[in-house]
């Protein structure tokens, strides 16, 4: 329990006390603000020479690879030509060392976040905010999952109701737009998201707002289940991609290592390549259900009485999103092999 002055004497003594402590905090206070001049200094001195770095790493490619198309002329003996080969993957390891520690420091935000937030700054500079954020955004995704599902169950099941599903696809637009933006901070903190997963979620936005603005009618009526049974589907397979990679997450800081392509720990590559061939039948099922939507969509946008503009716009959406899912799952597959493969030959 705290204690609570009684008499006068007493109050002047917990007064000076008081005092006394804040004079330490004060002092406290102002070694912080030094503290953070030195950092911001030595933040401006590291960016800048990264910068400067980076530059003439740019102008010494150029030059070796002049030296390598003028081969003959230039005279180079095996020797030579085996030193540039080596200064070439040097350079390569550095540029990637160089975003690592980039990933560490602030920096001017992109055009997107620049709009969204204006021009403060984002980076978080440990690796722990940087877990945590990164923990966050997934378990916020597991939140909506679960309520996006329960919501397109009570429309698909419970109420047929325009101004429910309104309020559905209402809170898809807003849902999608915030992971753009989570993605775009985490992206500045040096995640490897692949641009497509960010853009497909700017498309996913774009067609929710283009269903939230599909006047109810006979064509809306005869996609609306399909949709809503897609959705449900769609909220499944997020559940299970949240159980994949928030076990990667939590495997890999177990390990220590930040990026899984740097991991040669054999349990965490068994581990994620028994969750990588369970996920991918149902990611493609839900690829192909998503050209299945935009050929539906397509045949309905062909009949006489199709005016509404929403439908054609839904089907090149869905066709877009099917092409780069598909296209993007099976490279990231590709490159989780090759990675793998030059590992194992590695050891
Ligand atoms: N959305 C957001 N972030 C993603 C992502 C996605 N779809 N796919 C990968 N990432 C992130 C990873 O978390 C990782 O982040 P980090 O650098 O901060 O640690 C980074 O991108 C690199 O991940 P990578 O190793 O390339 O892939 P992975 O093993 O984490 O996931 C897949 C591979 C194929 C399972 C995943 O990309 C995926 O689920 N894709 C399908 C998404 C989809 O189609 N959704 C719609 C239908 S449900």
Not at 231 to 240: M, P
Request: charged share 20%.
């Amino acid at each position: 329990m705290l204690f609570s002055p009684t008499g006068y004497t007493e109050c002047l003594r917990e007064w000076e006390d008081l005092e006394k402590n804040y004079q330490q905090i004060q002092d406290t206070h102002r070694l912080y603000k030094q503290k953070l001049e030195e950092v911001t200094k030595l933040q401006d001195n590291c960016s800048g020479a990264i910068a400067r770095q980076r530059k003439k790493l740019k102008e010494l490619t150029a030059s070796l690879e002049g030296c390598k198309e003028n081969h003959s002329t230039a005279k180079l003996n095996p020797e030579d030509v085996d030193a540039i080969a080596e200064m070439e993957s040097s350079i390569k390891d550095r540029t990637d060392a160089f975003s690592e520690m980039e990933s560490f420091l602030p920096k001017k935000n992109g055009l997107y976040l620049n709009l969204v937030l204006g021009n403060v700054n984002v980076t978080l500079l440990n690796k722990q905010s940087k877990f945590a954020y990164k923990d966050e955004y997934e378990k916020f995704k597991l939140v909506f999952t679960v309520i996006l599902f329960v919501f397109s169950f009570t429309c698909r099941v419970l109420f047929s109701d325009r101004t429910l599903d309104a309020l559905f696809n209402f809170l898809l637009v807003w849902y999608y737009c915030t992971l753009t933006i989570r993605e775009s901070v985490l992206i500045s903190n040096g995640s490897r998201i692949k641009g497509w997963w960010v853009f497909h979620h700017y498309v996913s936005t774009f067609q929710s707002g283009v269903m939230l603005t599909w006047p109810d009618g006979a064509l809306y009526q005869m996609f609306r289940n399909q949709f809503l049974t897609y959705c449900l589907y769609q909220s499944f397979v997020q559940f299970l991609q949240y159980y994949y990679q928030s076990g990667c997450l939590y495997r890999l800081r177990a390990l220590g290592e930040k990026h899984n392509m740097d991991i040669t720990v054999e349990g965490f590559q068994s581990w994620m390549w028994r969750g990588l061939t369970f996920l991918l039948p149902f990611l493609f099922f839900c690829h192909f259900w998503q050209l299945y939507n935009s050929i539906t969509l397509f045949q309905m946008f062909q009949l006489p009485e199709c005016k509404e503009w929403q439908v054609v716009m839904c089907s090149c959406s869905y066709m877009v999103l099917f092409m780069g899912n598909v296209f993007t799952t099976l490279e990231v597959v590709y490159q989780k092999y090759m990675n793998n493969q030059d590992k194992s030959k590695n050891l």
